[in-house]
């Protein structure tokens, strides 16, 4: 669709972002560097850069893809529609990358029995989707895909997940299904895309071993857990 570009649209979406930004980095502009010794905390954690590699991922692939039509994209209301789909799409499977991922760690340095870890996560992810709910912009999809995350954490068996890149196994894809790009295009570019959503993840990995205080998370949890 043509017309005058949809600035309103543009500029929330790029508050939004934004947003993901000031809780990853905080206000001064320099990194978070606070431990994950609670569950609050590793819920943070888990929401925002869950949220970044998801954003990032998608723009980028879109602006590199668009070049300067890139601003263009967004005057399109049945194209900005496809991209918020793609947006939370693409969010639900970087939060079941890293919950998977997280929680290993948490195991692994900690004592914690392994059927416990597994209701703190459940709980924790099935959480943080019920209070993004079903966004109206997320497509009629939506709920039965979150619905799978939390059974891939259900059936996670935990104790198997070594550290590295192997949880990440589902945003790399979700890359390349749902950016509204011409499946040719796709197909190209497929092998680059999901590598550049692996690198994206090596960053939030060292960052999360560094912050991590198993011990104290597990002692902090609640005693219904």
């Known amino acids: ?3 005058q570009p949809n600035s309103e649209g543009i500029g929330q979406r790029i508050s939004a972002f934004l947003g993901t930004l000031r809780q990853y980095v905080g206000l001064s502009g320099s990194r978070k560097r606070e431990p994950l010794n609670d569950p609050e905390s590793l819920r943070t954690f888990l929401e925002t850069r869950a949220s970044l590699v998801a954003q990032t991922s998608l723009y980028g692939y879109l602006r590199t893809r668009a070049g300067s039509r890139y601003p263009d994209l967004f005057d399109d209301d049945n194209f900005v529609v496809s991209i918020n789909i793609a ?3 693409i969010w639900l499977d970087c939060l079941s990358d890293l919950s998977i991922y997280t929680g290993a760690l948490v195991i692994q340095r900690s004592d914690i029995e392994e059927d416990r870890l597994a209701l703190f996560m459940e ?3 099935e959480s943080i989707i019920a209070d993004a709910g079903w966004p109206h912009e997320a497509g009629m999809a939506f709920p039965e895909h979150a619905e799978g995350v939390l059974t891939r954490i259900r ?4 104790s198997t997940i070594e ?3 192997d949880a990440f196994s589902r945003s790399p894809d979700s890359l390349v299904t749902w950016t509204p790009i011409i499946d040719e295009l796709k197909q190209l570019d497929a092998s680059i895309v999901r ?5 994206r993840w090596q960053e939030i990995r060292r960052e999360y071993r560094d912050l991590l205080d198993a011990e104290s998370l597990v002692q902090r949890l609640p005693p219904t857990i």
């Open 163 to 165: 550290d590295g890149e």
């Open 123 to 125: 709980s924790l992810v």
């Open 1 to 3: 669709m043509g017309g």
């Open 195 to 199: 590598n550049s959503v692996r690198y």
């Open 155 to 158: 059936h996670c068996t935990w």
């Open 87 to 89: 947006k939370w799409q």
